[in-house]
């Protein structure tokens, strides 16, 4: 159990905010099916680069953030992505970042390779001529959609409009022929620009290594890629140490280490909270089903804490871990996600794996490493007969259990892709079923307490 007197997790630590969103980035990571580290590596080539064409300390600032936050509005687009492919939208996000768009021939080449795989014949005929006919529209609505979300989750966190700008215009292109706006040239902010090629150089170089990164980078000057970065590019990878940074073992710390020394900002409690609740948005857009989940929880969660007399403080801790339970579900294809029908057992496990992505992504920081535990947990049962680890009631903290039934309240209550909402009435009926076995009684006699203070 976890006692109430032990020392709460606090935003007192000396803790910045690089340190925060750069942990929490392993999320955006997985929402875009790319390997684990991304974002950071990222923002080591691109502060490289920005160094090497002399931004100053705010420019700096900027661009460090940008490239970290850049991915922030990618689950946005996840639902639409696959109601277009009709199929798993981690491996088209992953593989389509490898493909030039000026180029119609490889173009279509991702697309035959990539739409309806494993469905009939006359489902992918018919959904490849939708495609080619509106390609373009798509491809705008899709691109525009995850940048204004990513800008406008960016400003939620505080920071300047130069983040979102940076954010805004990640896809747009030396050349023109870029989205959502065609901008061109310098019209384009200097860290988008610099952004778009530190994308394009991680993903090749996690691909197919480090030749292939210069040969690529060097092709798609003057379309893609401002010259003049491609060029400060091209001297910062001969810097010693420039690719060993790249290395897995303690990126973290060496994203943090390069942060602008003059803008590190200490965070405390309210930022905290507004960190939560922006990345609650993030994994919530994931799917249409799931829209305002996070949020929820968090505010049941809260008032079934409250009725069981928690400390105040413990309560905000706690609703925390509530708005980042699922952070792990952007680890889930909508293919899963989004699926009508029962799913197969391939499916389940893949559903059930959210649970261990949430704790390993909130336990890389110290100030979540209970937090971790107590959220990632929320689907185990009192019987024991819950994931990911399949512990029992003795070995589920009373913070876990009342994430659980708040989770479960709102998951019945809501609309699912196989089923319309369940009225509260009905839906509480079906939990006293599960009184003991999978829901604390204590909790749930909270929840029921609580129902007309929520509005129910």
């Known amino acids: 159990m976890s006692p109430f007197d032990m020392p709460l997790p606090a935003a007192k630590q000396e803790l910045s905010l690089s340190a925060i969103i750069g942990a929490l980035s392993y999320a955006l990571d997985l929402t875009e099916g790319l390997p684990a ?13 920005g160094e090497q064409l002399g931004m100053d300390n705010e420019a700096l600032s900027h661009l460090y953030y940008t490239l970290l936050l850049k991915d922030a509005g990618c689950s946005s687009n996840a639902a639409r992505l696959f109601e277009l492919y009709g199929t798993d939208d981690h491996q088209v996000k992953r593989d389509f ?6 180029s ?12 309806g795989v494993g469905k009939s014949l006359h489902e992918r005929v018919s959904r490849i001529l939708k495609l080619a006919q ?49 901008l061109a040239g310098e019209a384009i902010p200097l860290a988008s620009r610099i952004a778009l090629l530190a994308q394009v150089v991680e993903v090749f170089h996690s691909a197919e290594g480090q030749a292939h990164v210069v040969k690529e980078v060097r092709r798609r000057a003057g379309s893609w890629f401002d010259p003049a970065v491609v060029d400060a590019f091209l001297q910062a990878q001969q810097e010693p140490g420039f690719w060993e940074g790249l290395d897995d073992t303690g990126l973290q710390s060496r994203i943090a280490a390069i942060e602008p020394a003059s803008k590190v900002v200490r965070i405390d409690e309210d930022r905290l909270d507004t960190i939560a609740e922006a990345f609650a948005q993030v994994v919530d857009a994931k799917s249409h ?27 905000r801790w706690l609703r925390r871990g509530a708005l980042l339970h699922d952070i792990g579900k952007l680890g889930v294809s909508n293919a899963v996600l989004d699926k009508p029908g029962r799913l197969e057992a391939d499916e389940w496990a893949h559903v059930q794996a ?23 947990a929320h689907h185990e049962r009192l019987d024991g007969k819950g994931y990911p ?56 006699d909270a929840l029921k307490q609580a129902l007309p203070e929520l509005g129910f």
């Open 37 to 49: 580290g991304h974002s950071l590596r990222c923002c080591w080539i691109g502060i490289h680069v």
């Open 97 to 102: 970042k490898q493909v030039d768009t000026d």
């Open 104 to 115: 119609m021939l490889r173009l279509g080449r991702f697309v035959l390779s990539h739409v």
């Open 134 to 182: 509106n390609g373009e529209e798509f491809a705008t609505e899709l691109i525009t959609t995850r940048c204004e979300r990513g800008a406008r989750i960016s400003l939620q966190l505080g920071f300047d409009e130069e983040v979102a700008a940076g954010i805004r215009c990640l896809d747009e292109h030396w050349n023109g022929r870029g989205k959502p706006a065609r």
């Open 289 to 315: 089903y799931t829209y305002g989940h996070s949020a929820q929880v968090a505010t049941y969660t809260e008032a079934v804490a409250t009725r069981l007399a928690l400390p105040a403080g413990r309560v």
């Open 354 to 376: 959210h649970a261990t992505y949430s704790e390993q992504i909130l336990s890389r920081l110290d100030i979540f490493s209970e937090l971790a535990f107590v959220a990632a």
């Open 389 to 444: 680890r399949g512990i029992a009631a003795d070995q589920i903290p009373l913070e876990t259990r009342i994430i659980t039934v708040a989770d479960i309240f709102d998951a019945i209550t809501a609309e699912r892709p196989y089923r319309g909402p369940i009225p509260v009435v009905d839906a509480i009926a079906m939990m006293e079923k599960e009184r003991g076995a999978a829901i604390d009684g204590g909790c749930l």
